[in-house]
């Protein structure tokens, strides 16, 4: 993974992706013991346009240059299947702006904050984002407060008073 970040820092460096952040099952193993997982979810900003319509062509089109090529939803960087994901609303907007920097292995690297996963799950509400969600709270270390805010900011905080109560919807 560690060849597969510093291709993602280059498209960064080189202005074809604003910011980005570890999202998905990967960034839970930042947080926890490992769980199953075969791809990098990439959670992205992209460059301001002067079309509204957002595209990964310009990404895309780099990493075919250099010889990364894409199969299905994925983009095989280094043996590494990685997804770029566009923020798509704005708790993945905000969970991209707020990611923690780290160092994995000796990359630099960002990765969405356990508190904007826990919410991202919430969201999304699949079956394996509730037991995913499970694993992270009782493994990660949550600031609560922080959870809060931003349940309460992006409208989830009934959600999560269901999932409290061990409702499934």
């Avoid at 079309?51 to 894409?70: F, N």
């Avoid at 566009?86 to 990611?99: F, G, K, Q």
């Avoid at 690297?109 to 079956?127: C, D, G, K, N, S």
């Amino acid at each position: 993974m560690e060849r597969a970040l510093q291709v993602i820092n280059a498209l960064r460096r080189d202005g074809l992706i604003q910011e980005y952040a570890i999202g998905g099952a990967m960034a839970l193993v930042f947080y926890t013991e490992p769980v199953l997982t075969y791809d990098l979810d990439i959670f992205v900003l992209l460059p301001e346009a002067e079309m509204p319509i957002l595209t990964l062509t310009p990404i895309y089109d780099r990493l075919a240059s250099e010889g990364y090529h894409p199969e299905h939803e994925h983009v095989v960087l280094e043996g590494f299947p990685v997804q770029f994901l566009p923020a798509y609303n704005p708790l993945v907007d905000e969970a991209v702006r707020e990611a923690r920097p780290v160092l994995y292995d000796s990359v630099e690297t960002r990765v969405v904050r356990p508190e904007h996963l826990a919410a991202i799950m919430l969201q999304t509400y699949r079956p394996k984002d509730r037991e995913r969600l499970s694993i992270l709270l009782d493994e990660a270390v949550i600031d609560t407060g922080c959870l809060l805010g931003v349940l309460e900011r992006h409208g989830l905080s009934a959600r999560w008073e269901e999932y409290r109560r061990g409702s499934p919807q």
